[in-house]
């Protein structure tokens, strides 16, 4: 028995031993990867247009406040108050339309992106509409309406969520006047 567990603390500290040997390779290793990946996505943003810069970086602003919470409200306890963060209801239609459209549009363009883009944020419009008319029923159904506070993270959405639309039409327009002049 004994035999058996020194057997067993032998063999962890050969493991351990081992393992960090390796850390200095996988550091190599990761950094290496993560070079190769900045440059090519550098090298990518490079052979963007300038409206296209300009819709990427607002289609990534809707994806992040796609996932961050929209709403608080204060829970009051015995002797102190709680604040609590809330996300829309419907919050997970929010997060995937935003992470298609990022990486549709930001790394794939195509005849049919550009219709399921401007279908997919008339259909983002059209809920963020009906929440803020019946916010009950589309964001959060358990609190009471007046206790709820939006925050600053959901108007930043909406402003995401129209300045994409505008430069990606913007972006498909020059889009079209370069490659029609250019075939």
Not at 84 to 110: A, D, E, R, Y
Not at 155 to 174: A, E, I, M, R, T
Request: net charge neutral; hydrophobic share 50%; glycine share 4%.
């Amino acid at each position: 028995m004994t035999g058996s567990i020194l057997n067993f603390f032998q063999e962890s500290i050969l493991f351990l031993k081992e393992t960090l040997k390796l850390i200095p390779d996988l550091i190599k290793v990761w950094w290496h990867l993560g070079q190769k990946i900045f440059l090519s996505l550098y090298r990518y943003w490079n052979t963007k247009l300038f409206f296209d810069k300009i819709f990427f970086v607002f289609l990534f602003l809707q994806l992040l406040f796609s996932v961050l919470p929209w709403f608080r409200y204060e829970i009051s306890f015995f002797e102190g108050k709680e604040s609590v963060s809330l996300s829309p209801k419907l919050n997970s239609i929010f997060i995937l339309i935003s992470l298609l459209n990022f990486f549709f549009l930001g790394f794939w363009k195509s005849t049919w992106t550009r219709i399921w883009f401007f279908a997919t944020e008339m259909v983002c419009l059209i809920i963020v509409l009906w929440g803020y008319l019946d916010p009950k029923r589309t964001y959060y159904d358990f609190v009471d309406a007046k206790e709820v506070d939006t925050q600053i993270t959901y108007y930043f959405f909406l402003v995401s969520l129209g300045l994409s639309f505008v430069f990606g039409y913007l972006s498909f327009k020059k889009e079209d006047e370069v490659f029609l002049q250019n075939p």
